[in-house]
């Protein structure tokens, strides 16, 4: 029914920039809430950062003022701009939406594949 992809993961040096992206597609009505989880080896999955369908935005700890969540709703799609990378953000990057499935008022929780994220020199 809906599904999300995601992009953008790769390599990079400690102290470089990446933008993940994930588009939703399908039977979608409308977003609520975005986000953006990862998991490192031997790691609980966490939570990065999340946004609103009104923009409003919430971070851990760990990545406030280097990561930046956004949204186009027109085209169903959330971004994280992650910038001054460390070693420890490496890990596999998920994305998840609340989606409202047209024809209905049942809210969706979707999850992406993920995408891996290697900071390393």
């Known amino acids: 029914q809906v599904q999300l992809v995601e992009s953008g993961g790769g390599l990079v040096q400690p102290g470089g920039s990446l933008r993940l992206s994930c588009a939703a597609s399908g039977n979608i009505f409308s977003i609520n809430d975005m986000a953006w989880y990862r998991q490192a080896p031997g790691k609980d999955r966490e939570l990065v950062a999340r946004?609103?369908?009104?923009?409003?935005?919430k971070y851990a700890d760990s990545v406030t003022g280097r990561f930046t969540i956004s949204r186009d709703n027109a085209k169903n799609t959330q971004y994280l701009q992650m910038n001054s990378l460390k070693a420890e953000d490496t890990a596999v990057y998920y994305c998840r939406a609340d989606v409202l499935i047209k024809y209905t008022d049942t809210y969706l929780e979707v999850w992406g594949q993920g995408t891996l994220v290697t900071v390393s020199s």
């Open positions: 946004i609103s369908s009104g923009g409003s935005t």
